[in-house]
Structures are given as structure tokens and as C-alpha cells.
């Protein structure tokens, strides 16, 4: 259970995910890796993310630094994919650089675009190298790296989405390949997921998990 001490700390939010759109389809076929963008907040409800995406949630371009809601925008039009969210124990300090970071990026976001032309040269291994341009992982492992948040094995351009969950503290919050509906309510130590499951006719069911559910039966059987 989340202590009061736990509470108080200082946390950034990782957001990975998996969508239908024909470019995540596409990366999600050539690498077969489970999740195919990233997104990180300094907001547990994730009502404010960035990330390196398309600008206009329906159009596959322009693509450049975005910034968007879990309830709104993307999220709201793909609400049944697959995500996994995670959070980061920061200091006090490195969360106000992360803070500060991407407020004066968004300040400039103009200036920046995203990298296509590297993001379909990526299975080819070789670091890329470019000014103003990046894809969704490699301008959250390059900022995460700057920052002294995290340390990765390979250039930041080599860095996948998939690389997140390796992060030294990193905890998962959810992680549930299946189709989800809502999954960050009020309380962010308390999180429902609500997905859709077929049934042994075929028809859809709406399943729920529930992490309180789990903590209680972790609990019983630590005291048992």
C-alpha cells in the first residue's frame, strides 16, 4: 500500500502505447515489439503529456512536438489500446527540470518536427544524428538522459519505447496488453481498468481490474 511518505515524493509519468494507426502498424510489425510510442508527464492523471508525435490527433501529418490529455485529443478518439503506464521517483530538483524543460521546449515547439525519415531508417542500427528533428522515444530517452534522470546502453536515435520499462526505479502502475476504456481516475493509487474480452460465443464483455483488489489480496496472503 502507498504509504503517506510515498506520497509526498517526487514523480515523473511514462506513458507507452500501441495504436491502430497505419504508422504504429507499421513499427509494430518491423520491430514486434509490444508498445510502439511514448509519452511522459509530470502529471499522475496524465492530463498533460509530450511526445513526439502527429500535431492533429486524425492527421498523420504534420508531426512534430505534441502535447495531449489522456481524456482528450489522441487518447480520446484510440481509447481501446494496448498502454502501460509507469512512474519515476525524482528528486526535487530533477523534477523541476523536467518541469522546466518541457515548458521552454513547448515554448519553441515550432522549431521542431518529427524525425520520419529516421524513424524508418531505425531497424538499420546506425545513430542518427540531426538537429531539430526526433521520434517519440528518442526525445523522452535524450531528456531523460540530459537531465541525469536515466542512464541507456545505446545512442539515444537507437533508444525504443519498450527500453522505458528498463529504467533503473521504474515502476509499472498498469500494464495490461488488452484493449482499456478508462484507467486514471481521481485517486492515481487507485486505478481500474476497464476493457473489452470476448466470450466463449464471440460477444463482447467488459472485464475490470482492479489494483486495490490486488493489494488487498496481496495483503491476506502476507499475513496468512
Not at 155 to 162: C, G
Not at 194 to 218: L, M, P, S
Request: aromatic share 10%; net charge neutral; charged share 30%.
Amino acid at each position: 500500500m502507498v504509504t503517506g511518505d510515498d506520497e509526498a515524493m517526487k514523480h515523473i509519468y511514462i506513458l507507452l502505447s500501441r495504436s491502430t494507426t497505419i504508422a504504429s502498424r507499421c513499427i509494430h510489425f518491423a520491430t514486434k515489439k509490444e508498445y510502439t510510442h511514448c509519452s511522459i508527464s509530470v502529471d499522475p492523471q496524465l492530463e498533460e503529456m509530450y511526445a513526439f508525435c502527429r500535431i492533429y490527433p486524425r492527421l498523420p501529418i504534420p508531426g512534430g512536438l505534441a502535447r495531449d490529455s489522456i481524456q482528450l485529443g489522441f487518447y480520446k478518439i484510440h481509447s481501446k489500446i494496448p498502454c502501460a503506464y509507469y512512474r519515476l521517483e525524482v528528486t526535487d530538483v530533477q523534477y523541476e527540470m523536467v518541469k522546466e524543460a518541457l515548458r521552454r521546449l513547448w515554448e519553441i515547439k515550432d522549431r521542431f518536427s518529427y524525425d520520419l525519415l529516421g524513424a524508418g531508417l531505425f531497424l538499420s542500427k546506425k545513430e542518427r544524428k540531426c538537429f531539430n528533428k526526433r521520434y517519440c522515444s528518442w526525445f523522452l530517452s535524450e531528456l531523460l538522459g540530459t537531465l541525469g534522470i536515466a542512464t541507456f546502453t545505446k545512442p539515444y536515435s537507437q533508444v525504443e519505447p519498450i527500453d522505458m520499462k528498463d529504467i533503473e526505479g521504474i515502476e509499472v502502475r498498469i500494464d495490461k496488453s488488452v484493449p482499456w476504456v478508462s484507467t486514471i481516475p481521481s485517486d492515481p493509487n487507485k486505478i481500474t481498468i476497464v476493457f473489452e474480452v470476448k466470450d466463449q460465443n464471440g460477444g463482447k464483455i467488459e472485464a475490470k481490474w482492479d489494483n486495490e483488489e490486488d493489494n488487498n489480496k496481496q495483503d491476506s496472503s502476507d499475513s496468512s
